[in-house]
């Protein structure tokens, strides 16, 4: 596209020629797009919620406020309860214990891999991070019965940790995410501009100096998009957590004992969505409105953060 | 970019002209090309088949033999459990077989009649449930209907005492099928409903995954589980089976106490073909085929044959549907 | 906004450079501490794939390429699933690249600084954290029963797209706003306009970034199981006929491993499942040593 431009005018950018609106409508079109998807979530999530709500006996006050999750049962029987607040603390204690074990291991190597380790290392060590980010969510469910369970019983005692438990969930899923913190992270680092870092190492700097205080807070808004999407990712697990975290949800909350039987948001829609139950009926609606909340606290904490973000975001 | 959106385009256009996938009617997926055949006759096309966790495999055992004999045709085997099968068998009306680990239920006949689906039921094994406990656990051998109603039920006790005094006063712990999967549906039928009892105690360790309760009890001593038999079969030498005493004696299971109905939590396995489906020279084969060869792979499947009596009156029913339909 | 006062940089700065017995010795700490938060990163994953290796390496035969699934752990082979995860993969490639860059470039380059811009990267940003088995739900309403595609293959890929969408999107966009102002003031100052600069400058810049992204997006999507499985994979598929067709049913190497690792028999469990797990990572180490040779070849800076 070469075209000489006409004089005079000041040297902001002509005004786009129609070609080039043609392509800047395909790219807002293709933002668009995540409109759409959310549009469709929102839709498909509340509206078959909102119809799980119109089968009488399953009230929204006692979905918010009930402390148990049994709903199994017809809602007219006694047995039948639908607090959803087991399943969230359920998954609040599973994403604290995940992300104890990532912030530090993910940011930890992101900080290594970008300031300390010489190229070599880099270049073996970063593919292989990566890489090892696809490990299959199945996999790692079993990793965690099979290793972490047996682990934590021999090291705690067998009669304090029972097989299903929500630390060998939750330790798995820290592990899970590890990579994917440290890569953004790194990257994040790496893009700091050499002149910043070269700045401080004129002035006298130690290494640990530039990586702590210079590299990191100028990396911060990448860094934290890595926690968040870390986070997100940490919420949401769902095999792991099925198979070593137990489909039972806690009976006393708040519950912060992370040596017991959990049944997350995300076991639960595992559970009812691979079961017998038909649809229309309270337990397979019940997904689409524990999906809801899922949706809607992933969404708060992504708003929080972000306004977190925009306050430190340094421009160059 | 540009290219990429064209290319994009490209393939969709070009893909466009496929296959019609299923709408609420009950349109026959797939294309056939033999006419009135029968066994021998060499077929092509694909057949779509759904439904239970536990059939599946055996389904995909006679797929697998089936392939070598008509290697042209496709089967499409999935398994969204046996609820998820029959939705699709009668409402979406996009597969020609449901496989089931229970009949058929009340409100899915309904479902089928209105959408105008008829079917018939085949018999094609039995699975005999296996209640588990920890090779250590060795005081129970054997239990009663009351005392697994004790264990199970709404008010489950914590303790093996309070299941018999005889027992120690060792703590019980309960690993069983989650709620929604059918082996817990026929556990419930068999053990609490004569008692007129809804619904079991809610405390238990479930999972979808038999393998995963097997290692539950493996690794609990004062363990109680149950499972299909083929997770038994596997796990034998580190779990112990519990017999089960229905009114009638200590019965263990086992593939002649299946066989014979002696060991009353045996339950029956079926497949349901759509009758439009047998009229096709395609299902028909399949149909017939699996009837021939079941017993000669469900026992490397893990599940007990279905007696010769059970399979020449199912395969007598399928001969009458398939002639029935033309 | 400062991080911290002058004063509070200018006395930390000293503490630093002021040499102390103190500060060789917090070097090395902070030196090790960081080693080995990567070192036990590492190891875990290590100790996973040395017991994959060593469960499934001896089932790793032509055969398992090339045979169907089979009730008999001997005779068991993915080649229904291979097929079916590099046509997702395809699939998805080809759909998220154009879409995700565009997007990320509207973003960066072009939208105005208003209200519905934020609305659109809140918006974004929330979809990367959305669990994927929600994914799955929205793809079975929309792709399978809504737009009809039923159980096919396409859905499946569509419902891995909307996925890794916002993945690819932000990543994107922290490897575009890496890129140097400079880079663009210079384009713009020599009389290009802002989407040739954006298509000619920055974006090759950015390449290495948004291949990372991609890169991620594509390992994630490769092992998902929950989202194809409730999109409608299924479990047992046999075709020889054109396997890859986008309008058919389909299965994947997760589908497999789930399958696998569900049956009674411990052979299945433990080496059949480790065996496909292997295939799979191999795949995911050759598509991501063909993308750092891409991003290597981009790389100017």
């Given at each position: 596209?070469?075209?000489?431009?006409?004089g005079?005018?000041?040297?902001?950018?002509?005004?786009?020629?129609h070609?080039e609106?043609a392509?800047?409508?395909?790219?807002?079109?293709c933002a668009?797009?995540?409109?759409?998807?959310t549009?469709?979530?929102v839709?498909?999530?509340?509206?078959e919620?909102?119809?799980?709500?119109?089968?009488?006996g399953?009230?929204?006050?006692?979905f918010?406020?009930?402390?148990?999750?049994?709903p199994f049962?017809d809602?007219?029987?006694?047995q039948?309860?639908i607090?959803?607040?087991?399943l969230?603390?359920?998954?609040?204690?599973i994403?604290a214990?995940?992300?104890?074990?990532?912030?530090?291991l993910?940011?930890?190597s992101a900080?290594?891999?970008?300031?300390?380790?010489p190229p070599r290392?880099?270049?073996?060590?970063k593919?292989?991070?990566e890489?090892?980010?696809?490990?299959?969510?199945?996999?790692?469910?079993?990793?965690?019965l099979?290793f972490?369970?047996?682990?934590?019983r021999?090291?705690?005692?067998a009669?304090?940790?029972?097989?299903?438990?929500?630390a060998?969930?939750?330790i798995v899923?820290g592990?899970l995410?590890?990579?994917t913190?440290?890569?953004?992270?790194e990257?994040?680092?790496?893009?700091?501009?050499?002149?910043?870092?070269?700045?401080?190492?004129?002035?006298?700097?130690?290494?640990?100096?530039?990586?702590?205080?210079?590299?990191?807070?100028?990396?911060?808004s990448?860094?934290v998009?890595?926690?968040?999407?870390g986070?997100?990712r940490?919420?949401?697990?769902t095999?792991?957590?099925?198979?070593?975290?137990g489909?039972?949800?806690?009976?006393?909350?708040?519950?912060?004992?992370p040596?017991?039987?959990v049944?997350?948001?995300?076991a639960?829609?595992?559970?009812?969505?691979?079961?017998?139950?038909?649809?229309?009926?309270v337990?397979?609606?019940?997904?689409?409105?524990?999906?809801a909340?899922?949706?809607v606290v992933?969404?708060?904490?992504?708003?929080l953060a972000?306004?977190?973000?925009?306050?430190?975001r340094?421009?160059? | 970019?540009?290219?990429?959106?064209?290319?994009l385009?490209?393939?969709?256009?070009?893909?466009?002209?496929?296959?019609?996938?299923?709408?609420?009617?009950a349109p026959?997926?797939?294309?056939?090309s033999?006419?009135g055949?029968?066994?021998?006759?060499s077929?092509?096309?694909?057949?779509?088949?759904?439904?239970?966790?536990?059939?599946?495999?055996?389904?995909?055992?006679?797929a697998?033999?089936?392939?070598s004999?008509?290697?042209?045709v496709?089967?499409?085997?999935?398994?969204s459990?046996?609820?998820?099968?029959?939705?699709?068998?009668?409402?979406t009306?996009?597969?020609?077989?449901?496989?089931a680990?229970?009949?058929?239920?009340?409100?899915?006949?309904?479902?089928?009649?209105?959408?105008?689906?008829?079917y018939?039921?085949?018999r094609?094994?039995?699975?005999?449930l296996?209640?588990?406990t920890?090779?250590?656990?060795?005081?129970?051998?054997?239990?009663t209907?009351?005392?697994?109603?004790?264990?199970w039920?709404?008010?489950?006790v914590?303790?093996?005492?309070q299941?018999?005094?005889?027992?120690?006063?060792?703590?019980?712990?309960?690993?069983a099928?989650?709620?929604?999967?059918?082996?817990y549906?026929?556990?419930?039928?068999?053990?609490?409903?004569?008692?007129?009892?809804?619904?079991?105690?809610?405390?238990?360790?479930a999972?979808?995954?038999?393998?995963?309760?097997?290692?539950?009890?493996?690794?609990?001593p004062?363990?109680?589980?149950?499972?299909?038999?083929?997770?038994?079969?596997e796990?034998?030498?580190?779990?112990?089976?519990?017999?089960?005493?229905?009114?009638?004696?200590?019965?263990?299971?086992?593939?002649?106490?299946?066989?014979?109905?002696?060991?009353?939590?045996s339950?029956?396995?079926?497949?349901y073909?759509?009758?439009?489906?047998?009229?096709?020279?395609?299902?028909?084969?399949?149909?017939?085929?699996y009837?021939?060869?079941v017993?000669?792979?469900?026992e490397d499947v893990?599940?007990?044959?279905?007696?010769?009596d059970?399979?020449?009156?199912?395969?007598?029913?399928?001969e009458?549907?398939?002639?029935?339909?033309? | 906004m400062?991080?911290s006062?002058?004063?509070?940089?200018s006395?930390?700065?000293?503490?630093?450079?002021?040499s102390?017995?103190?500060?060789?010795?917090?070097?090395?700490?902070?030196?090790?501490?960081?080693?080995?938060?990567?070192?036990?990163?590492?190891?875990?994953?290590v100790?996973?794939a040395?017991?994959?290796?060593?469960?499934?390496?001896?089932?790793?035969n032509l055969?398992?390429f090339t045979s169907?699934?089979?009730?008999?752990?001997?005779?068991?082979?993915?080649?229904?699933?291979?097929?079916?995860?590099?046509s997702?993969?395809?699939?998805?490639?080809?759909?998220?690249?154009?879409?995700?860059?565009?997007?990320?470039?509207?973003?960066?380059?072009?939208?105005?600084?208003?209200?519905?811009?934020?609305?659109?990267?809140?918006?974004i940003?929330n979809?990367?954290?959305?669990?994927?088995?929600?994914?799955?739900?929205?793809?079975?309403?929309?792709?399978?029963?809504v737009?009809?595609?039923?159980?096919a293959l396409?859905?499946?890929?569509?419902t891995?797209?909307?996925?890794?969408?916002?993945?690819?999107?932000?990543?994107?966009?922290?490897?575009?706003?890496?890129?140097?102002?400079?880079?663009?003031?210079?384009?713009?100052a020599?009389?290009?306009?802002?989407?040739?600069?954006a298509?000619?400058?920055?974006?090759?810049?950015?390449m290495?970034?948004?291949?990372?992204?991609?890169?991620?997006?594509?390992s994630?999507?490769?092992?998902?199981t929950?989202?194809?499985?409730v999109?409608?994979?299924?479990?047992?598929r046999?075709?020889?006929n054109?396997?890859?067709?986008?309008?058919?049913?389909?299965?994947?190497?997760?589908?497999?491993?789930?399958?696998?690792?569900?049956?009674?028999?411990?052979e299945?469990?433990v080496?059949?499942?480790?065996?496909a797990?292997?295939v799979?990572?191999?795949?995911?180490?050759?598509?991501?040593?063909?993308?750092?040779?891409?991003?290597?070849?981009?790389?100017?800076?």
């Open positions: 596209m070469s075209q000489a431009r006409t005079g005018g000041p040297l902001t950018a002509s005004r786009p020629r070609g609106r392509v800047l409508a395909l790219l807002w079109l668009a797009v995540s409109v759409v998807t549009v469709g979530i839709i498909v999530l509340f509206g919620a909102a119809s799980m709500f119109r089968i009488p399953v009230s929204v006050i006692e918010f406020t009930d402390t148990a999750w049994r049962t809602p007219s029987s006694e039948f309860r607090g959803v607040l087991p969230l603390n359920s998954t609040l204690l994403t214990l995940a992300m104890l074990v990532a912030i530090p993910g940011l930890g900080v290594y891999l970008s300031e300390y380790a290392v880099r270049k073996t060590i593919p292989a991070l890489t090892l980010a696809g490990i299959p969510t199945v996999v790692l469910g079993f990793f965690a099979t972490m369970t047996p682990l934590l021999s090291v705690f005692g009669e304090n940790v029972p097989i299903f438990n929500a060998s969930a939750g899923v592990i995410i590890v990579p913190i440290a890569s953004i992270a990257d994040a680092m790496t893009a700091v501009p050499r002149m910043l870092r070269e700045g401080a190492y004129g002035l006298g700097a130690s290494k640990r100096h530039v990586a702590l205080r210079v590299v990191f807070p100028a990396a911060l990448g860094i998009a890595a926690v968040i999407l986070f997100g940490a919420i949401g697990e095999l792991i957590v099925s198979l070593a975290a489909n039972l949800p806690p009976a006393d909350l708040p519950a912060v004992n040596f017991q039987q049944q997350t948001m995300t639960y829609i595992v559970q009812a969505v691979g079961g017998e139950s038909p649809r229309g009926s337990t397979f609606q019940a997904i689409f409105a524990v999906g909340l899922l949706f992933t969404f708060a904490m992504n708003l972000q306004r977190f973000v925009r306050r430190f340094e421009e160059y | 970019m540009i290219a990429g959106f064209a290319a385009a490209l393939i969709l256009a070009a893909c466009g002209g496929g296959e019609d996938p299923a709408t609420d009617e026959a997926p797939g294309e056939e033999s006419e055949g029968s066994d021998g006759e077929q092509s096309g694909s057949i779509e088949i759904d439904g239970s966790s536990t059939v599946g495999p055996l389904t995909d055992a006679i697998e033999e089936y392939a004999v008509q290697p042209d496709i089967v499409n085997l999935g398994i459990g046996t609820g998820g099968g029959f939705e699709r068998f009668c409402e009306g996009d597969i020609q077989i449901s496989n680990s229970r009949p058929i239920a009340e409100d899915e006949v309904a479902l089928c009649e209105e959408n105008g689906i008829e018939t039921e085949v094609v094994g039995t699975d005999a296996t209640m588990v920890s090779i250590d656990t060795d005081f129970v051998t054997c239990l209907t009351e005392e697994i109603v004790s264990i039920g709404p008010d489950g914590s303790s093996w005492d299941v018999n005094p005889e027992f120690p006063a060792e703590p019980l712990q309960v690993f099928p989650g709620v929604d999967s059918g082996t549906d026929f556990f419930n039928e068999v053990i609490l409903e004569p008692s007129e009892i809804e619904s079991p105690r809610q405390d238990f360790s999972s979808e995954d038999d393998n995963v309760i097997a290692q539950g009890v493996i690794g609990t004062g363990s109680w589980g149950f499972f299909g038999f083929a997770y038994y079969q796990t034998q030498d580190q779990v112990r089976a519990i017999e089960f005493d229905g009114g009638e004696g200590c019965v263990a299971p086992s593939v002649e106490t299946a066989q014979d109905d002696s060991y009353l939590l339950r029956p396995l079926f497949i073909v759509r009758n439009d489906a047998l009229g096709e020279p395609l299902v028909a084969d399949f149909v017939t085929y009837l021939e060869t017993n000669d792979v469900i893990g599940y007990v044959p279905a007696t010769d059970e399979l020449a009156e199912a395969a007598a029913t399928v009458d549907a398939i002639a029935a339909a033309g | 400062a991080i006062s002058p004063a509070k940089l006395r930390q700065a000293n503490d630093d450079l002021r102390s017995p103190g500060r060789t010795a917090k070097e090395s700490a902070t030196h090790a501490v960081l080693l080995v938060s990567t070192a036990i990163a590492i190891a875990v994953l100790v996973l040395v017991d994959i290796l060593s469960d499934g390496a001896g089932r790793l055969d398992f169907y699934v089979s009730r008999f752990p001997e005779e068991t082979g993915i080649r229904a699933g291979i097929t079916g995860t590099l997702l993969m395809v699939l998805v490639a080809i759909t998220t690249f154009p879409l995700g860059v565009g997007a990320a470039l509207y973003l960066e380059e072009f939208a105005p600084r208003n209200r519905f811009t934020r609305l659109l990267e809140v918006n940003n979809l990367a954290g959305v669990p994927s088995v929600i994914y799955g739900l929205l793809g079975l309403s929309v792709f399978v029963y737009i009809g595609f039923g159980r396409i859905s499946g890929g569509l891995l797209t909307l996925l890794v969408l916002p993945i690819v999107i932000v990543s994107a966009r922290e490897a575009l706003r890496s890129v140097p102002r400079e880079i663009r003031a210079g384009g713009l020599l009389g290009a306009t802002p989407l040739q600069v298509a000619r400058q920055t974006l090759p810049a950015a290495p970034g948004v291949l990372t992204g991609m890169i991620l997006s594509l994630r999507a490769i092992g998902e929950a989202p194809i499985l999109a409608g994979a299924i479990a047992f046999r075709a020889d054109e396997p890859w067709h986008p309008f058919e049913a389909f299965t994947a190497i997760p589908i497999h491993i789930f399958d696998f690792v569900k049956r009674p028999q411990a299945f469990q080496e059949v499942a480790a065996a797990i292997i799979l990572m191999v795949l995911l180490l050759v598509m991501n040593s063909a993308a750092i040779v891409l991003r290597n070849r981009y790389s100017r800076i």
